[in-house]
């Protein structure tokens, strides 16, 4: 039951993350509140993965790896904005 409920909220997660980066997005404020819900969904990972004691057959590994990936696109993405790029 509670893998069940973890890869749930893993799912949930993801699919928030991936419908907020196809969104409207006009300038680095809008890139920034993106940024904030990834740094969000890693904490939720996190707390999951943490709560559950188990690493969802390596998903929940690979799952942080590409919301920190996603993270770190995003900095990029708003200083180059913000530098007018």
Partial sequence: ??????VAVLSLCISFVAGIAVGQVRDWHDLEGVHN?????????????????YDMA???????????????ELHEAIEAARRGR
């Fill in 58 to 72: 390596g998903h929940g590994v690979k799952a942080e790896e590409h919301l920190r990936a996603a993270e770190h």
């Fill in 1 to 6: 039951m509670k893998k069940t409920i973890a």
């Fill in 37 to 53: 819900h990834v740094l969000d969904a890693i904490h939720e990972l996190e707390t999951a993965r943490a709560a559950n004691h």
